[in-house]
């Protein structure tokens, strides 16, 4: 089934300790529709530049992802990101922000896109985030990203989006920040009062949490040693999640449990490069056997 | 089957966020002792000092774990350490050791214990841990913790400990400090190139890795709201594995990652109050309703 997806499109400049990327290819959408791509159709809806390649445009195409949604702009520029990891690389420096396009950016969601069964609102304005959502007929399962910016700056637009959605998925410091518990199993509980019937919380290498009605859900990340650029890795995460329930129809805890183990095996493949690199390699055929050896690791 | 184990039996004076313990019963030996006694009976290995209560003497006795092995010094006081714990609480703040009776410790292992099929050496210094495998007989199973100390103070003689035993279980900065590699899954490669068959990386409240010929194998951490005091976590995390080993008379692989989520769940006991009060509560039945939860939350 068809998946929606609404985040944002941009170009990165990232240092770590392994090598520095000028101006690549990124943003919360691109990770999230590049590891989808590997599951189901998607269609997505964000901003670009004049400056931005048709190359990668035709791209998105080739991966199933329809850019019907995707305004290229004639004024502005593309949002660009500056960041550094150091150390462990467990959490990004942001240097500089660009947002030029997205500044001032209404969402748009095409009449086509409008009977998604699936939407997934990748880390962005909130307020972005409920337009789509009230675009979109019916009862979409539907899951949002959200960060630290948001959680300080548009709490009320947020709590909205929290009361609107199936899913919240988000990261440790972030779900620390939204909740002010620094347990993240007081914070998941939190976010379960208020509203959303499941909330994923990523812990980057050391895997992902679980928290629904009927308890918690723990699993371990992908035992990698070869980490480059984390850049993406959340995003990724969320594609693989969402990207396995549309193509399946499902929508049960079950499934999400499920889920999370691609979720997981598409993170583990965006750290391995810079950018979309990876996955401009990755065959469907080698992510199910990295995921047969994930299993393999974690299952009794 | 018998365990042996050798280690420090020792006070504890402990601060955390969320309060204070004076001079409480402590030591690797200890934690571990009280987390295996669910599984097996014990063999202890070790030395207090004249300040050493008799009820707590008794309380080993109470749990199956045999003395006989603990040198009661008639000259010295208990090892005695002091400790903080600050914000997310991973990582003590040694404020004071105070070693007395350990200073000048000569392991001794009585001629009962030497037949003992399991041995554990808990952290303690690497000749005391050579000293005690020379003494037991036959082939046992068996496994050693260290600490920072003795990886930068002791180094040939771990490398020889490590050159001697089945597995050896360290945390996750231990890990790091050993082999000079940042990154967990070639820590653990490297450490296996070192002698033991397996070796297990502890990281806390973000769960543990288990290396081996047969590949990496990852298991979360318990999901817990109320964790006092991370003391003797490690310990107590060894504790449930060995004890589960040592009770079903088991030492493959595969029962070593069954061994882990007994030994996960011991460790998620430990840190739910100071010292072993939280062993002092938990019955056998209690300890079983959690592993069953524990496996729900991280089997499909």
Request: net charge negative; charged share 25%; with cysteine.
């Amino acid at each position: 089934m068809s998946l929606l997806v609404v985040g944002s499109v941009a170009f990165d400049t990232v240092e770590t300790p392994f090598g520095r990327a000028e101006r690549v290819l990124g943003g919360s959408a691109t990770f999230f529709a590049f590891a989808a791509s590997y599951f189901c159709k998607q269609r997505l809806v964000g901003i670009v530049g004049n400056d931005f390649p048709r190359a990668i445009l035709d791209e998105f195409g080739t991966r199933g992802i329809d850019i019907a949604g995707l305004t290229i702009s004639r004024d502005g520029k593309t949002f660009h990101w500056t960041g550094k990891y150091e150390g462990d690389m467990n959490a990004a420096q942001t240097l500089g922000v660009s947002l030029n396009v997205l500044g001032e950016y209404k969402a748009a969601v095409p009449e086509a896109f409008r009977d998604s069964p699936y939407v997934f609102l990748a880390n962005d304005h909130p307020q972005t985030q409920l337009d789509v959502l009230a675009a979109v007929k019916g009862e979409p399962f539907s899951v949002a990203d959200t960060r630290d910016f948001w959680i300080s700056e548009e709490p009320k637009l947020l709590e909205k989006v929290l009361g609107a959605v199936d899913g919240l998925v988000l990261n440790e410091h972030e779900a620390r920040l939204l909740t002010g518990e620094k347990n993240l199993v007081r914070a998941g509980m939190d976010i379960m009062k208020r509203g959303p019937e499941f909330a994923v919380i990523k812990k980057g290498e050391h895997g992902s949490l679980l928290f629904s009605s009927e308890g918690t859900f723990a699993l371990p990340a992908y035992p990698l040693f070869d980490v480059r650029d984390p850049t993406g890795a959340g995003d990724a995460f969320a594609g693989g999640l969402m990207g396995y329930l549309a193509a399946s129809g499902q929508r049960s805890l079950e499934a999400v449990r499920r889920g999370l183990t691609w979720g997981t095996v598409c993170a583990s493949v965006a750290v391995q490069d810079f950018s979309v690199e990876p996955f401009r390699r990755v065959t469907r055929e080698q992510l199910n056997t990295r995921h047969d050896a994930f299993m393999h690791a974690i299952r009794f």
